[in-house]
């Protein structure tokens, strides 16, 4: 499919935004979850496909139940969870259930693929207000991308300190924000970044873009997922045991957000068919710059 051929509709179903071009369902964004509590109620992408057909994500693994195809959540903020599961506590050195895990609700879309979130702690205390911003597109032959782009409003009174792991004293486990988990047969899967780096070594080092290639179960196919994000971003990125790729919002030290301030941040995820080369990634991140991430901004925070 050409780019000129690529016309993306997205259905509202009520509970999903549904989008689908060629005859094949892209994704569906879950905006009303069903979910139990302690998996961090949230929206999320699941089933997310290539142009053939091939779903390139994962839903609620038996490993990490809260894990949730693609989805935008934060492991540590002023000792609340909504990332779901057990908090790394850094006087325990382990992961601890506690009551902490929060929820994000959808309120509204304002706009078709503009959404409104409010983000609320398990004891109900509302602290940040999200306008949430979705498109689909075409990315060249064999491909397509989503552009998210998100601003969070700090709400509570005080101030929000965004961590993760890492910066509560387990290394290498900085994620936070834009989380994917690839499908299981993705496991030892190639990973290739910017600057003519790669592999699981890129756990924790800056880069613009990195991406991963898997192969599918079942058709003798692989898809490559490409990620964009602002430059000197750190990624979280496994191949072993499982897929999973993140530019982080807090890898290795926490972000502050004072009250009343704005956290934006904007990414693309390609999702394209095949296998995808250094210099075909090289190419279209070149051709293909992410923008700003305050470009369409309207609170003039």
Do not use: I
Request: charged share 25%; proline share 7%; net charge negative.
């Amino acid at each position: 499919m050409s780019d000129d051929d690529f016309a993306p509709v997205m259905k509202d179903t009520g509970t999903e935004l549904v989008a689908e071009a060629g005859g094949v369902e892209l994704m569906r964004y879950v905006y009303r979850p069903r979910m139990p509590a302690f998996e961090g109620p949230k929206p999320y992408v699941h089933p997310l496909r290539t142009l053939a057909g091939d779903v390139v994500s994962c839903y609620r693994p038996h490993d990490h139940r809260w894990h949730k195809g693609l989805q935008m959540t934060v492991s540590h903020l002023s000792g609340q969870n909504f990332w779901g599961g057990g908090s790394f506590v850094r006087e325990r050195k382990e992961y601890v259930d506690l009551p902490n895990v929060g929820t994000m609700r959808h309120e509204e879309f304002t706009a078709p693929g503009r959404e409104r979130l409010t983000w609320h702690t398990q004891a109900g205390e509302h602290w940040v207000d999200e306008l949430r911003e979705l498109s689909v597109g075409a990315a060249g032959p064999g491909a397509w991308a989503l552009d998210f782009a998100t601003a969070m409003t700090n709400v509570r009174g005080e101030p929000l300190l965004f961590g993760s792991p890492t910066t509560h004293g387990r290394p290498l486990a900085g994620y936070s924000g834009l989380f994917w988990r690839g499908p299981r047969a993705f496991t030892g899967g190639r990973v290739t970044a910017e600057g003519g780096r790669g592999g699981p070594e890129m756990m924790g080092e800056a880069a613009s873009w990195l991406a991963y290639t898997g192969r599918h179960d079942e058709v003798d196919r692989a898809s490559t997922l490409l990620f964009l994000a602002e430059p000197g971003t750190a990624w979280f990125v496994r191949t072993e045991p499982f897929a999973a790729v993140n530019p982080s919002l807090a890898f290795h030290e926490e972000v502050e957000l004072a009250p009343g301030a704005t956290l934006r941040r904007r990414y693309r995820v390609v999702v394209a068919d095949g296998v995808w080369d250094r210099e075909r990634l090289a190419a279209y991140v070149r051709d293909h710059p992410l923008g700003p991430a305050d470009a369409d901004a309207e609170d003039g925070s």
